[in-house]
T-cell receptor
């Protein structure tokens, strides 16, 4: 069974800083999700990627399949980016659901 | 476009009471449906998944059950809640071929 590890567990930074959140997994996957969970609990899917790099606004996600590692970057961070960021992997055909990391609690201070 | 509805958003229930959480998907047919739980201080964990009506697979033995009476309806139930059932419950769906997952807003359950 896949194990998904995220680091750091908690991160506090100043507005404008460049943020990096890391995710490592133990077995081969078909896809990896980066999710954002706000204090109310609702979850939004930020990226789904299986190779290379994706960019959406100030968010960038990269994945290295050989190293079993993915990173989520936030450029020019803003207090509204404060949330829990969760890495989740998908193995096999997809019917058996996602394996989640424990999340990274990000606080951006003004 | 596809949407997913999950309710209620929050719920406080006494120990021993029943539970019913409902999730419905609109705008697609024959989705894969999932129930996840996030206990305090832990990551999300898959509880049940379904690839079709009345086809339910359980990942973790527990006090909960799931049913799929209609193609786009997924229900999480319990006959008697335990304190340990407290947590955040999340419904999600995905297509079989396209593996992108879409999430409901979640239900925060507190068993008292």
């Amino acid at each position: 069974k896949n194990e998904v590890e995220q680091s750091p567990q908690n991160l506090t930074a100043q507005e404008g800083e460049f943020i990096t959140i890391n995710c490592s997994y133990s077995v081969g996957i078909s896809a990896l999700h980066w999710l954002q969970q706000h204090p109310g609990g609702g979850i939004v899917s930020l990226f789904m990627l299986s190779s290379g790099k994706k960019k959406h606004g100030r968010l960038i996600a990269t994945i290295n399949i050989q190293e079993k590692h993915s990173s989520l970057h936030i450029t020019a961070s803003h207090p509204r980016d404060s949330a829990v960021y969760i890495c989740a992997t998908l193995s096999g055909g997809g019917a058996d659901g996602l394996t989640f990391g424990k999340g990274t609690h990000l606080i951006i201070q003004p | 476009s596809q949407t997913i509805h999950q309710w209620p958003a929050t719920l406080v229930q006494p120990v021993g009471s029943p539970l019913s959480l409902e999730c419905t998907v609109e705008g697609t047919s024959n989705p894969n449906l999932y129930w996840y739980r996030q206990a305090a201080g832990r990551g999300l964990q898959l509880l049940f998944y379904s690839i079709g009506i009345d086809q339910i697979s359980s990942e973790v033995p527990q006090n909960l059950s799931a049913s799929r009476p209609q193609d786009r309806q997924f229900i999480l139930s319990s006959k008697k809640l335990l304190l340990s059932d407290s947590g955040f419950y999340l419904c999600a769906w995905s297509r079989v071929i396209n593996t992108e997952a879409f999430f409901g807003q979640g239900t925060r359950l507190t068993v008292v």
